[in-house]
DNA sequence: CATATTATATTAACATGTTAATTGTTGTTG
DNA sequence: CAACAACAATTAACATGTTAATATAATATG
């Protein structure tokens, strides 16, 4: 082989991984308290901010797979954190919207969410800050679409 | 409350969780094809570095929670990948290494490794690839004490 | 209209993430 | 030495990641 086993510690995977670890930390503190998850918190952030929507769309602006959005979903139906109805027009097509009970716990920690969001921005500064998401943007810069060019950033 | 909801699409967590996922794509297509996860991955490429190391240090240094790599010890010994034993100055420390079948299924793909971390460097050029690897050090700066200065990057 | 094809969602099976409880070992203190 | 505290590892229980198989609904094709 022409490469010898480079050291783990300059990982861009690693690096990431590292990062999102230090980023969620303080969220999860945050969200223990709610009994919501990660996964569960993102789902009703976008429900909250795109209202009912299909469910494909729904794990792709969620970062989930659809197993286990299937899998979520009726949790959190029965948990009454969102509603689930069948498209009338496909009948395969499934719409899913968050629930007033959803909507409480979001209300209750947006402020919160937002406190973290900045602690972080301030930890970098504004202007590294918009550039390490500029340069995440990048990576992924064929594999999705997203064109997005709001300027407001969260959790 | 004092701030509306914002979009997800400025979420750094969000971020860079698709950036993992670009990342991880090309690296999850090569591994597929020797039967490793990319848990597993990390498990052999780390002792392929350090050597025999002590069971916490491994998690540790491949972004795993204890519990889990429990669990996949267990899976990796019986397929010979690693070698368990214990420490017989403290016997409750657990020593892994690497096993000849781990050190050969590591060789064969180092070279295919090495060219997809490179293509994410050549994908937004040395200098900012330099740069963010700095940024997400530099969000995860006082909760881990990574003090290394290699300068290779792989995956 | 019957069949095949495609799209959507669910389910299954197993690995891993995550937190808490439990077991075994070492160290400490009386 | 005995009891206790601290540490390391395992196990348990449940949620989610991941891939593959299956079921159901819509569409195309003959």
């Known amino acids: 082989m022409t490469n010898s086993l ?11 991984m590292r990062a999102r670890e230090s980023v969620m930390a303080p969220i999860r503190d945050m969200l223990s308290e709610t009994g919501l998850s990660e996964q569960q918190w993102r789902v009703l952030r ?10 494909h769309s729904l794990a792709e602006r969620a970062c989930l797979l659809f197993p286990s959005l299937t899998r ?11 509603t689930q109805t069948r498209d009338p027009n496909d009948r395969r097509r499934q719409l899913i919207a968050i629930a007033p ?33 500029d340069l995440l943007g990048r990576l992924s810069a064929d594999t999705d679409t997203d064109t997005d060019t709001d300027t407001e950033e969260t959790v």
Do not use: C, H, W, Y
């Open 101 to 133: 009970a959803g909507l409480t716990i979001i209300a209750s920690r947006v402020e919160a969410a937002s406190t973290i969001a900045k602690s972080f921005r301030n930890k970098i500064g504004d202007e590294d800050f918009e550039t390490l998401l």
């Open 6 to 16: 480079p050291p783990t510690t300059r990982s861009l995977p690693i690096a990431l």
């Open 46 to 55: 976008v429900l909250a901010e795109q209202g009912e929507m299909d469910s």
């Open 72 to 82: 979520m979903a009726a949790t959190m139906n029965a948990k009454e954190l969102i």
